[in-house]
């Protein structure tokens, strides 16, 4: 696996910006007008399978990638985790995979599904060759894949998983789409495994039972649902009780994270024995908190999140963490890459590609930091 340097990934945020810089919105209306022309008069090909959607792109495709066009939306840029992911996607397309600077354009979706779906349909007017998507929300997928599949553009969804029922349509139908990511039960049930490792199994004041809050990522990811399950269920399957003293939503947002652990150690104050985030931005956001309340991480609290940010990683080498789990942003974004090559090439994908998270905590937390930098 290749790790990025940083001084590559900021030269890489200046091109982007550049890219993007030329790619203003100001003819939104009229692409989009063109859009919808353009899809009006495709719906006749409607019917035609992803084989031969991507057929037909291997066909136009020389074997060379470098005259082909990628086109690639974040659901937002404000998010720390998606800004490793679209650094790296960016340098391997460009560095490792031969595709131009100017042909790789990265658009910001703001967390606005309508403006993205514009940016999308923006990319299909525009002919690009391939999309790499990762949606503001997942169950805009049918459309966007209908929208793509009509163009004979294939598509890579990241990060944000469609529903199993989709991901069957794109293998039944033979539609060029699949998704790239993780599982977010391994991501979870590492969460919970972390807590079993500590001295006293999370029951820090041995009440026989696990008291913890759950901060949330964005409820509609799957990312989200399944790290909250997940986390708790290693508990119980290990016999440990739990009592969960609250459970809300902080979108990944480290800012609404202290919010809600602040009120939490209000509220409940001792009684807390664990905070779960879904991500480490959260996780920072709550230990904020908890060093505002006067509490000590592994002495009579536990933190643990998903990410391994670089800042989160410290943090559980120094003893502010108890644990994270990598979510491999360089693994990802390099199969989303190689497999956007395989679309253009014509090769068959499978539906489904699932990259493995690993377990973070103090001791391999200084391996994974000098992997990271
Ligand atoms: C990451 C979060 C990120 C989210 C965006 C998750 O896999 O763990 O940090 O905010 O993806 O969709």
Redesign the pocket.
Known sequence: MRLAKKATAIALASVMAMTLAGCSSSNTAATTAAATTAAAETTAAATESAKEAATTAAEATTGDVSDKKVGISI?KFD????TLYRTELVRYLTEDLGFKSENVVVQDGKGDQAEQTNQIQNFITQKYDVLIL?LVQASSAPEITDMCKEAGIPVVYI??EPDAAEEERWSSEGIAATYVG?D?RQSGTYQGEEILETSNKGDINGDGKVSYIMIQ??PE?V?AQYRTEFSVKALTDAGVEVEQLLMQRGD?DQAKAQQIAQDALNQYGDKIEVIFC????MALGALQSIEAAGRKVNEDIYLVG??ALTEAVQNVIDGKQTGTVF?DHFAQAQAAGDIAVKFLKGESVDPVNMVDYSKVTQENAQEVLDKLK
């Not at 998010?79 to 998606?82: K, L, P, S, V």
């Open positions: 659901y998010d720390n985790f998606m990762n990060n944000r993780c977010a990522g964005d990811n990312d990944w879904n991500n480490d931005a998903v990410d979510n």
